[in-house]
């Protein structure tokens, strides 16, 4: 996820989240990454995720979803819930929401897998704004339930209502955010980057991607 945006963007206010701090360290270290190189692969400076992973600053969703990929796990890995056995069924009613700076998400896939997915609510206003512009291996789909969302693709912005989808090659510079008062949601999908496939774009995985 990551052409670097400015330092006040990379994480949210205000929300708390108690376990994520060792759960980032935990990660990190179990993908054999120094700070600094986990910090190019996010597109952060190794401060600010020094930061992060001592509980000095909260990360917000597009953050977690940002190192989440950076480190081949999921969002709810790095907030601690307890993953499941693989099953191909994921119920409504263990669709638990989640909040992380102003993003909230609902798991609609199971752990363990090479893609995750999400149903996301992104809010309205300048919360919405601030998520990075990233840049990363892999794809992204994207499917409009309800609201609209501006979705930049590069120099291309692209206005999208309820039905509209978008997939594209997450190598593309890319951002979203809500274009309606109510915010938007949608169903979300991206392959983690130490698929497979990611590994053969990123070589030993010592350097980020710009």
Known sequence: MS???????EGGEGVELPHVSPKLREHRRHSGLTLEAAASRAGLSPAHLSRLETGRRTPSLPMLLTLARAYGTTVSDLLGEVPEA??????????????????????????????????????????????????????????????????????????????????????????????????ADLLFLHTLMQSGAAALCLGDGTTGVH
Do not use: K, N
Request: glycine share 14%.
């Open 3 to 9: 052409a670097s945006a400015p330092e006040s963007s």
């Open 86 to 183: 693989l099953d191909p069924i994921v119920r409504a009613d263990r669709m638990e929401p989640q909040e992380a700076g102003g993003w909230t998400y609902w798991r609609a896939g199971g752990s363990g897998r090479a893609m995750q997915a999400l149903r996301l609510h992104v809010p309205a206003g300048p919360r919405s704004q601030e998520g990075l512009v990233r840049v990363h291996p892999g794809e992204e789909w994207l499917y409009v339930l309800r609201g609209r969302l501006r979705l930049a693709l590069g120099e291309a912005v692209h206005l999208l209502g309820p039905g509209d989808a978008a997939h594209f090659d997450s190598l593309t510079p890319h951002r979203i955010a809500a274009a309606s008062s109510g915010g």
